[in-house]
Nanobody
Framework: QVQLVESGGGLVQPGGSLRLSCAASGSIFSINAMGWSRQAPGKQRELVAAITRGGSTNYADSVKGRFAISRDNAKNTGYLQMNSLKPEDTAVYYC??????????????WGRGTQVTVSS
């Protein structure tokens, strides 16, 4: 069974930094795109950043220049480096990945999320 597990969330002051990790485990053959989305209270989930297997990235306008997505294909792990954090970045952050399992099935998976709170 494939699982995505996020870690690295927490409470940080405005202007601070956090690094989120997303570890994929289970019977994985390969991982295509990976991404991070977030959902603030009372708001819809929004895509924050995404990265292809080859390393091409895209970002939401609200985080460009502050967040950086990366991945380690050998470790089946993705990262989101968040700098210059603002109170409006407060949300639950979810990792997602399109991957092919060892049985050959291509599917989309989500983690359970990690809370990021930016507050003084």
């Amino acid at each position: 069974q494939v699982q995505l597990v996020e870690s690295g969330g927490g409470l940080v002051q405005p202007g601070g930094s956090l690094r989120l990790s997303c570890a994929a485990s289970g019977s994985i053959f390969s991982i295509n795109a990976m991404g991070w989305s977030r959902q603030a209270p009372g708001k819809q989930r929004e895509l924050v950043a995404a990265i292809t297997r080859g390393g091409s990235t895209n970002y939401a306008d609200s985080v460009k220049g502050r967040f950086a997505i990366s991945r380690d294909n050998a470790k089946n792990t993705g990262y989101l480096q968040m700098n210059s954090l603002k109170p409006e970045d407060t949300a639950v952050y979810y990792c997602n990945a399109e991957l092919r399992s060892a049985s050959g099935i291509l599917d989309h998976y989500w983690g359970r999320g990690t809370q990021v709170t930016v507050s003084s």
